[in-house]
């Protein structure tokens, strides 16, 4: 483990910590030998001042009298940093303190992060925030998703709300929808929900895409498993759009879907192994067809899910690697969530994947103020809302570029390797390959833009 040593060296070494006009001596000279600490040659010996009263002999820690503090080499005392094995660390820096007299005392450096933001949490910004964000550079080059169908495959949209919230009015493509056998209602007037939060959030940033509502999650199919039945219905939403894009003329071939939806634990679903079985398992039938959907063109976006280890979600049940079956297919966008501050939220699911090791890919807006679908002061949050916002910018540059001019597969290369670094490390299971970076990914859409016309 990481630690601080306090240590009162002689006074020449305080002095020349102390002194600014003096170069600082390397640590190795302040501590000498510590058996069983390796010294941080990188951390600058640190001089702290002694506590003092400043008008009487008594306590020079109580809290009743003024302080005074000194920094005279005869007071003052050094920090170190070094590292000791975790094994037996207790018994062995209680040993070091008694062998040494210059050792004031020794004391944890833990790593410290920033408090997640978490499920419970109030909103981090409002929606535009991520406009601002997201949208304004794509909206600079003209990309807002202009008649680009985007299906958000969840609970279904209610337009009258969403249009309530944005100021104008929204409509769904009716006559491209699809909902379960069973299921009631009709088109765009589905009551407000997660489906609606969903639609409003892929439309703050590609206001002009031609949404498809298809209402799976309120599939009452039966199944042998939590999963099984709703993925047959979501099998059949899926042959239904597989069905509009092979209708489309390859350069003119578009359909973006969201999908903020997944299995949160093993008793959801059949064993590993079994044939059955859809978390670990490509060759299930809604993976297949995900993977043929994609080859025929179709851009599809998965949340990554909200079990991340800092604040899960309270169904999830993973033990480890809760990123799964289609959430985490190699032909899909799997999308993690941060705040509007670039700060990754606690409940954002970390890789690696069940079926493509480097899940999630991306990241990209949660949990800000936006549809008021739960409430007037809940956010749209999870990756749920995540997902949708990055729908919303993949809509954006389907709205200049067809399958024919980017395929699928070659447009989430584009995402990854225009997107801003968030871990600093390269991929990283808890971003991806970091936040969608509009800017970016506009210079890299206008090249490509260009070579295209030489053609």
């Known amino acids: 483990m990481r630690v601080i040593v306090q240590m009162r060296p002689e006074p020449d070494l305080v002095q020349a910590v102390v002194d600014p006009s003096i170069s600082t001596p390397p640590a190795s000279d302040v501590a000498g030998s510590l058996p069983g600490v390796a010294l941080d040659p990188d951390f600058v010996p640190v001089p702290v001042p002694q506590p003092r009263p400043a008008f009487s002999d008594g306590d020079p820690l109580s809290l009743d009298q003024p302080l005074t503090f000194s920094l005279a080499p005869e007071d003052a005392s050094v920090l170190v940093r070094g590292e000791i094995e975790d094994r037996d660390g207790a018994a062995r820096l209680a040993l070091l303190s008694s062998r040494r007299a210059d050792i004031v005392g020794i004391v944890a450096d833990p790593a410290v992060e920033t408090t997640p933001t978490c499920g419970n949490t109030p909103p981090v910004g409002d929606w535009h925030d991520v406009q601002r964000s997201v949208t304004d550079a794509l909206t600079s080059e003209g990309l807002d998703g202009a008649g680009v169908p985007l299906a958000i495959v969840d ?38 929900n997660h489906g609606t939060m969903c ?67 093993p008793t959801w679903d059949f ?20 993977a043929a959907l994609e080859v025929s063109g179709a851009d599809i976006l998965f949340a990554a899910g909200n079990c991340g280890v800092e604040c899960p979600d309270g169904r999830c049940g993973f033990p480890s690697r809760p990123i799964n079956g289609a959430n985490s297919h190699p032909g899909v966008l799997s999308v993690a969530g941060v705040d509007t501050h670039d700060a990754r939220v606690g409940y954002s699911s970390q890789g690696p994947g069940r079926l493509a090791v480097r899940k999630p890919d991306i990241a990209t807006y949660t949990h800000f103020s936006g549809s008021k679908a739960f409430g007037q002061n809940s956010p749209d949050s999870g990756t749920s809302a995540a997902c949708p916002v990055a729908a919303g910018v993949v809509a954006a540059v389907r709205g200049r570029l067809s399958v024919q001019d980017l395929s699928p597969s070659r447009l989430r290369t584009l995402i990854r390797r225009s997107a801003h670094d968030a871990g600093g490390h390269g991929y990283d299971f808890d971003h991806g390959y970091g936040i969608i970076n509009t800017p970016q990914l506009v210079d890299a859409v206008r090249r490509l833009t260009k070579t295209n016309a030489r053609l």
Request: charged fraction near 15%; avoid cysteine.
């Open 271 to 290: 064993p590993p192994g079994h044939p059955g079985n859809y978390s670990d398992n490509r060759a299930h039938p809604f993976n297949l067809i995900v």
């Open 199 to 265: 639609a409003f959030d892929s439309l703050i940033v590609a206001r002009k895409v031609s949404l498809l509502d298809i209402p799976v999650l309120l599939s009452q199919r039966p199944g042998g498993t939590v999963m099984e039945g709703l993925l047959s219905d979501a099998i059949s939403a899926y042959a239904h759009l597989w069905g509009l894009l092979e209708q489309m003329p390859r350069d003119r071939r578009r359909l973006v879907i969201s999908n903020s939806w997944g299995s949160f634990k």
């Open 155 to 192: 609970t279904g949209i209610n337009v009258a709300h969403l249009g309530t919230v944005l100021g104008s009015p929204v409509t769904v493509d009716a006559a491209r929808s699809w909902k379960p056998p069973g299921v009631t209602g009709t088109f765009g007037q589905f009551p407000v």
